[in-house]
């Protein structure tokens, strides 16, 4: 098994919004990110518990014409609300890293 931070070429977290974070996950060729499509472990359910919301609240698209994933999830605190520890969300990511690819 392999780690997605492995396989990727790019996993990346950023602001979707006020209320919302969308995370990049980019592949730099086809194998690779057919391997992690066919496995499913990309999906509304694992990144609910990764990062304790709702699946009902996840998005999540897999974009085969750019071999990437994008998916979405609510913030915890509305950007810059106070506790708001990632105004920009961009140290969000690193969850996503530790998936396991079979």
């Given at each position: 098994?392999?780690?997605?931070?492995?396989?990727?070429?790019?996993?990346?977290?950023?602001?979707?919004?006020?209320?919302?974070?969308?995370?990049?996950?980019?592949?730099?060729?086809?194998?690779?990110?057919?391997?992690?499509?066919a496995a499913g472990v990309i999906s509304p359910e694992r990144v609910s518990l990764l990062y304790g919301c709702p699946a009902g609240?996840?998005?999540?698209?897999?974009?085969?014409?750019?071999?990437?994933?994008?998916?979405?999830?609510p913030r915890r605190r509305?950007?810059?609300d106070f506790g708001d520890s990632d105004l920009h969300g961009g140290q969000q990511h690193a969850p996503l890293m530790s998936i396991e690819v079979p």
């Open positions: 098994m392999a780690r997605l931070a492995e396989m990727a070429a790019l996993v990346r977290s950023k602001n979707a919004g006020p209320f919302s974070l969308t995370f990049d996950v980019l592949f730099s060729d086809a194998a690779t990110y057919e391997r992690v499509k609240s996840v998005l999540c698209f897999a974009v085969d014409n750019a071999r990437a994933f994008k998916v979405t999830i509305v950007q810059g």
